[in-house]
């Protein structure tokens, strides 16, 4: 039988375009370029937009793996899930983890029993403007992380740690698309503010993931459930939106066997913008035995981890009030606050951190998703 | 004999102008408005030059507690050290904390033995534009220093815990000032920057301290070691530059006998910004006992924490690059980042973090100083 | 018969604290302290809801003002129209415009027949925070402004020139307090973004003025329209939206006879954002000769300008993309390029430029309202 | 004899890697690829030093030039000179001006006797980071200068209008290189603020064209006098410093006889942020007669405009305080204040300004460059 073996490597980045690392690793034949499946990275800028940084990083590391498989740029698009977010703000290292997979024949008997990371991927049906933020969009999503689950070979929900999805945002191109079609848009605020496309679209996205693995029924949702019922959520569910997109993306991560990888992932929940419990209770979740803090033993065998820090939808944190939901440079300071949160008990700065945006279904109210990935034995 | 006996409570503010906790706190009778002596804060805005909300603080709490002393916003100035930081990014909560200290007459054989929280104060001599970031600077701080160790009651500089600094930095009239009296300036610079005045004048202020408590002797100390040997600092020192300041406020927070207060001030370093242990060892250096984090009935006895978040002089931190030293906007990012740093440890938002300066005598190379507060019994 | 005699006077400050000048101006005896109708103006700072410019501003004007009338400076905010606005990007310079209203008893065969500027002032009903953006705002603000047209002794609408209005906007404390009571309420996003309570409430007011003065029949209007049919607006609204306001302040400026003021009012169309030919119409429009541009001659008559630069619409302008619509710093942009299309003509930085608003019926599709006030003769 | 023709066009960039108006300008014959030797445009980012927008619209132009050349990428780099400016804040709208120059080989009676637009190009020797805003560097640029002028044919210096010098910053590891081998660097601060190494490297630059020129004698010259003697300035160099260089790039217009050239160029002052009048001298001094403002027509043979918005050394303009100098978004507000400045003139926002220096040597104390291209006949 085909067993899957999973492997992720961290590379750092001295600018977006520096693809050093990431050319030596594919070039010492620690890792077949054929193998790779998806590259997750922060790249310098602000993280915004209008942030080229991302988009010069996108198209060197294909480019270089590209040269790897002999083909164009543009064709390594459709094979390797390219998931960067900009913004290294407060102690972020910029970095790209080279995600690997290769598959193993195994003789059934000898196949390994215990769960071990797997991952699988899958690609949505088109999104059309006038779903985004609505039910089309949320039932397109969960169609496509279904897949992806069973591209995983997992079979109970409740395996599933981590579920990366990237999908179409609105436009103001698309709008005049959809509406010329006699359609209505759910906004047309396209920016990243509480009313804005980008929210709505992450938040479509998370409910479709809820929806698939179960954390929410379909039956309570609807229209006005989105951005609206917080209490409707996934807590595993890690979501961007992209310009010119048209269908969904998605990245599962979860644990299974049989699987040769020699990586766990766990997940967590940070409550509230200084609960760094929440990123212990991740690690302790894909394995690592520790008390209170990890020793430098424990961290070494921290592979990555994958959070977000969204701004709470209320301004009392341990009953102060804080200033990050008012504050127009949040999309600073909640990566700045999220980073240091991961990387203080993590000792390493090369995290995936990001988020910023206003209140969220990508984890419960005023919280946020953490996930982790830990090398076992 | 007469004995100190300080307190402290922490005041939340709902905006730079809210002085509500405040009030309530001296009309209550929990504190003789007569025995406060330092307001130090931190209030919203956006922590540059231009920013008013300090301004408008300052003036409010200067009003209210004038109102209760009977006399006018304007003379309370000379008799209650205020210490405003702008900036409240990411978690740090609005507020600010109330220092009181009463005298209390007890017979010499009664005094308490243990040594608990005392503070000094003295302002110094004028500090001429001319001196400022020299060994003039130097010098006058230092001797200011050493009057409010007495002040205090210190006798071993071993237990002196935090020495706030505020004083003048450079401005385009100082600099006139100076080079009309045939003098030179350390820098033309008034910015906040890497050779900027606000840098120059917190760091002579450090060095002050730093010779006053013996730390770096001032057989060391050049002009041109300012903002060069990095490896002369301060370990206790946070230090704020002001605009029209002619001389030097000084704060000398310490433990000694006798004292009544129920307090205890230690310190630590914070050695790179994701060191989340320098919190720790502060609390533990205050008198706070815990294994490797405080529980809730720990953290209920912190009373403030004060740190600073200094951008370190290089950009490699545990092997990775941060962006901090080369970001346009670490203004914002290094007070986000030592805000979580300490508010995820001690569990409140309402914490006094400023910092961002790149690099700095305050603190060890690439570190940042950190004192805090614990209650005793 | 009593006839009003209006006078400006512009005074700079050095910081939003700085009441120098304008205490000079009340002191010299150029201006009764008692016939100061109201204060505008620019301060320093972000110009963003959390600058504390503007209430440092305020409360210090109110300060001096109330010294020389006797009164607390809560009191002078009854009597006076404080409409001070924060952001001094680019080149405009941090001042005020002291407006005072004299009233003169003269015979009736004496009184002037040339139409002079006139000043009208009324307050408006409380607004519901459920009215804000909608039917309920815009019909309360018409009220108010046909009051203050009437005060200033206004008969034909065209003769308004400049009507000013500051009033309430959401606030998450009023949207809890409306839906308390089963009311709804336009947006749940309480930002200055292109779906934004600010912008709801500064185009609910625009459109009272629209409608108060014939500019739109309010046969047109409906909940639906506002912040959609852009045609629908008034070219001589400007207006702003603050905090706690429960009511709507309006100032009117227009010409009419009889006046004993030596100045006169006119206003333009910015048509888009390098449109300077509409700050020029505005000044012609108030009376000032001048072919191509004003000499230095005819700017020295040019006591104050009033203007808006609006976002516009539309990311095209003359053929070509600009990017301020989707600039996360428009704010800071669209004021400093308002800044010098205004004192580029002028020749005077001490202009009243504020904007920033994503779109708005603060005049026409994708243009900004501008007024002048030009001393004759 | 070979006579020069040099043409010019203007393509938009929908983003930093757009290229498809440039490719189509190419590919429809209009501009022999051959033929092209520089490309100077605005790209969308922050324009700071992290911003990738440059360098990714920088790769994507030269791979679309290559391709058509037949050679890869980085071999355009040594044929065009590439000088992009991040930062369209404002008005200004992100473009490319299309540098070409055929060589015609005319019968020396028939060569045309009018002066009209001719350029020269060249690279300086190698510039060590000691010598950076020093002498070294002065001198060094000056006799690339000297050569640019010769290549365009110029023989009198005041026939050369613009000298755009793109050159050598100071970086960490090129300081820890002048270190290493004994020398001293003039500041260790590579920022762009008041004594930053770009200002001084930009600073270096300007003075190297005006010892070339003339402007300045190289007598009044001296290591001190940088960025001290603003009275010593080039009034026609636009500079710019980027990382890695090691030696100049020098681009030289002027106007001489012959040349084949349908364009002729001029250039003027801008004395202060709001001097217009400068930028309408350019344009007279490209050869466009107007009268106070160039009409629809005389705009439709502007071809561009290239100007810096140098924030001047004193905040006080035309007697009234501006913050441009004290404000820590002075990189967005004085390039916002530029691109307004020359485009309410010309009526395109697609123009060619950058600038944001704290003070300089390019253009007169407190003022700034600004030269114009314009189509005769």
Redesign the interface.
Known sequence: MRVQQVEMHVC?M????DTSEFAALLDSGAVDPASVVSLVGK????G??????R??AD?RLREVLGQRLGIHRDEVTGRVSMILSGG????????VTVISRRWVEVAPAAAPTTPALVIGRAYSDDIFPEEIGRLGQIRTVAVAVRAAVADAGITDPADVHCVMVKGPSLSPASIRDAEARGQTVV?????V????AMCYANDGAALGVAVALGEVPESALSDAAVRRDWHLYSAVATTSAGGEKRHAEVLVLGNAAPSLSALRVGHGVIRD????EGVKVALRSAGLAF???PSSEDQARIVQVFAKLVVPGSDM????????R????A????K??G???V??VT????VMVSGGEQNSHQGPPDGSPVAAVVRTG
Chains 1, 2, 3, 4 share one sequence.
């Open positions: 750092s001295a600018r977006p375009s790249t310098e800028g602000t915004l937009h209008d942030d080229s940084g988009e010069l198209l290294c703000y407060g102690v972020i290292s910029p970095h906004t047309h605020d396209v920016s503010g509480v009313s804005g913008p200084i609960d760094v008390g209170c803090c944190v341990r009953g102060r009030r804080i200033t990050l008012e504050d127009a440079t999309y600073i300071s909640a700045a606050v980073g240091v949160l990387a203080s000792g390493d700065p090369g």
